[in-house]
């Protein structure tokens, strides 16, 4: 904006010149100090990149009323990609992390199935379950970085009534001895003071709200299952 004020204030100068009569010499002179080809060059590229800040300040604003609804405290019927997309966003930043002097960053894989049909539910319930699920898995994979640390998310019909969202890491996983309590209030395997062990508990509340569940999946890794009805 900076720029493009100067650049106009500038354009809007040398129109002045014109206007006013002035001769060829004078307005060369103003046009070689103001650099006129440069700005003949760079302002339309300018406002481009200023057309583009602004589709991302709209498109994060938007995703960010998905992701908290705020008008919409009843049953309403989402496209469930873009729900996804919208807790994405949230998380985006933790995905990125320094390692011994080192940037390093975890993959994220969605593998979305087009032929779920849109969604009756609490969105806003469905939203936070994600969330806990996907900061849960950064989580993990920050404890134990792997060579390639990786979440994928996988979205397919169980059946015609039931869609299943699948979260999967490739960190360290659950221990067999403790995967029965992961879903008790205040249980945590985080270290103390990061993580309030209310996460998963109050997910599978949500979930249960939902008439769905939420279960954890033995294998490389975290799997987390969750499943719900398309329409409540």
């Known amino acids: 904006m900076h720029h493009a004020r ?14 006013q009569g002035a001769d060829n010499r004078q307005i060369d002179a103003f046009q070689a100090e103001i650099d006129l080809p440069f700005i003949q060059a760079d302002f339309p590229r300018l406002i481009e990149s200023m057309e ?26 989402i496209h469930l990609p873009e729900a996804v997309d919208s807790v ?21 894989i969605k593998n979305y199935d087009e032929k779920i049909p849109p ?3 609490y969105a806003g319930q469905l939203n936070q379950v ?18 390639q640390p990786q979440i994928r998310i996988t979205t397919r019909l169980k059946d015609p009534q039931t869609l299943q969202i699948r979260v999967a890491d490739n960190g ?24 309030t062990g209310l996460g998963l508990s109050l997910s599978h509340q949500l979930m249960q ?24």
């Open 119 to 121: 969604l009756y539910c």
């Open 209 to 232: 709200s939902q008439g769905g569940l939420i279960r954890y999946e033995p294998g490389e890794g975290a799997i987390f299952v969750v499943e719900m009805p398309i329409a409540m």
């Open 130 to 147: 994600l969330f806990h699920l996907l900061n849960n898995a950064i989580d993990a994979l920050l404890s134990e970085v792997p060579s």
């Open 172 to 195: 360290p996983g659950v221990p067999e001895v403790l995967q029965q309590q992961i879903f008790d209030p205040f249980f945590t395997t985080k270290p103390i003071g990061q993580g």
């Open 88 to 108: 994405v966003l949230m998380i985006n930043h933790r995905l990125t992390f320094e390692m011994n002097g080192e940037a390093r960053s975890i993959g994220l």
């Open 52 to 77: 583009t800040g602004a589709s991302r300040i709209q498109k994060i604003v938007a995703d960010l009323r998905t992701f908290a609804r705020l008008d919409e405290s009843e049953l309403k019927t």
């Open 6 to 19: 100067d650049y106009s204030d500038q354009l809007l100068n040398l129109i002045a010149l014109h206007a």
